[in-house]
């Protein structure tokens, strides 16, 4: 057995379309296809998440102004919208296992645009919270959902390129997101933010209903009441290779938020850098890691998935050895910050998308399951490292630093644990 994604018997490698595995066929209707249409749609739906955070987070300071809310309750808008989104992929998941991938996609779309607007009317902190919470619960819910369709219509070295080029394509948004959010700020108010994000799921609407067919044919469907359906958790929880590929998965968004959390506190507030040359540089570390992820689909197929991934973590644990023995011995300089940062984010492109790929190939029978799990424990990482790696504040980068050391070598842990036998 290869260490890479097996493509199933029949299926081809490059991801094409050919009857047997990549194109099924439910009862009655014509052939489904994984198209270009279809993964378009999917993109766009996955860009969700980095479009309703990266667009509101620098209107903060405004939003605490005009809702009379201290800085905390505004972070805790954030806040609750990550606990959303990995509600939303826990229960979205097996959902769609049971009742198939484009009703409940569909129904998920809506709840967000109709959350999105009371979040742009939300008179109140109180009431904005709720909305940030059912935005990020719709949200999450279309996210795994619409993940799910592509693994229905993929495996081997198809499932990986297709994934990686949707985690590529989609690196746009952290880039666009930040910038339209300043752009909205100077031009006009912050709740037009929010108007953006229901009109952008309106058009996900749109796009669903006409590109998006059903992947998930009835006798494919698992049928049971909400506790059986996410009772499936536990049984791909107990693979041993779906669990060890989760946990790298998960920890690479650990390290992303890592890096997130406390970039601007190191740049801007321990080296000077000023806002817009932080902007710049934040958005050239988004751009290494998109082209990480588009390269790392060229080589599906090519190179063994899991020596793509250890290239990853290898460029991953250098750079936060880097950042480590910067922060104890020499303050961070900025050039070290710098490069240190640029490899890190680079290398994620590595390693998440090709660990969610080889995760989801180790339980076909539940890949709406499967993808949940894979949301749920990343959005978790995401809400969990933030705060600690921000404990050294302004002075000093260190814990940051330890966090993705750990996290690193833990992956590597997982890695080994998840080998296929020989």
């Keep these: 057995m290869t260490d890479h994604a097996t493509p199933t018997p029949g299926a081809p490698t490059d991801g094409s379309p050919t009857p047997g595995s990549p194109t099924l066929r439910a009862e009655g209707t014509a052939p489904v296809a994984l198209s270009m249409v279809v993964l378009a749609t999917v993109t766009l739906v996955s860009s969700i998440a980095p479009l309703a955070t990266d667009m509101y987070v620098p209107a903060f300071p405004h939003v605490g102004r005009d809702l009379a809310a201290s800085a905390t309750q505004v972070q805790l808008t954030l806040t609750t919208f990550f606990v959303g989104m990995a509600l939303g992929q826990l229960v979205g998941g097996p ?5 198939g991938r484009r009703r409940p996609l569909l129904v998920s779309l809506v709840v967000l645009t109709v959350a999105s607007i009371v979040c742009a009317f939300s008179p109140s902190i109180g009431l904005m919270m709720a909305a940030r919470f059912v935005q990020g619960l719709s949200g999450g819910s279309a996210m795994v959902t619409a993940r799910s369709v592509v693994v229905d219509l993929a495996h081997g070295a198809g499932l990986v390129r297709s994934l990686n080029l949707i985690h590529g394509v989609g690196g746009i948004a952290p880039i666009v997101g930040p910038l339209l959010g300043g752009i909205i700020l100077q031009f006009t108010h912050w709740r037009v933010s929010f108007w953006v994000v229901a009109a952008l799921a309106g058009a ?11 992947s998930l044919p009835p006798e494919r469907r698992h049928r049971g009441e909400l506790g059986q359906l996410l009772g499936a958790a536990g049984t791909v929880l107990r693979h041993r290779g779906f669990a060890g590929y989760l946990v790298v998965m998960a920890f690479s968004m650990g390290v992303t938020f890592a890096y997130v959390a406390t970039s601007a506190f190191i740049l801007q507030l321990m080296n000077g850098v000023s806002p817009i040359m932080y902007s710049v540089d934040f958005a050239a570390n988004a751009v290494g890691l998109t082209l990480a992820t588009l390269f790392a689909a060229r080589l599906a197929g090519r190179v063994p998935t899991r020596k793509v991934i250890g290239v990853g973590l290898a460029l991953t644990g250098a750079a936060g050895l880097l950042l480590l023995v910067g922060a104890v011995w020499f303050d961070t300089p900025l050039a070290v910050a710098l490069v240190a940062f640029f490899v890190l984010m680079s290398a994620q492109g590595f390693i998440g998308p090709n660990a969610g790929a080889l995760a989801s190939t180790q339980v076909p029978d539940h890949p709406g399951t499967g993808s949940a799990v894979l949301g749920f424990l990343q959005w978790c990482m995401a809400g969990v490292v933030a705060p600690l790696a921000g404990l050294g504040g302004e002075r000093t980068a260190v814990p940051m630093a330890v966090i993705i050391v750990v996290l690193v070598a833990v992956s590597a ?3 080994r644990i998840a080998r296929p036998a020989p």
């Excluded at 959902?95 to 009742?99: F, I, L």
């Design 95 to 99: 959902v769609s296992d049971a009742r």
């Design 204 to 214: 996900m609407i749109a796009a669903v209903a006409v590109g998006v067919p059903e």
């Design 413 to 415: 842990l997982a890695m």
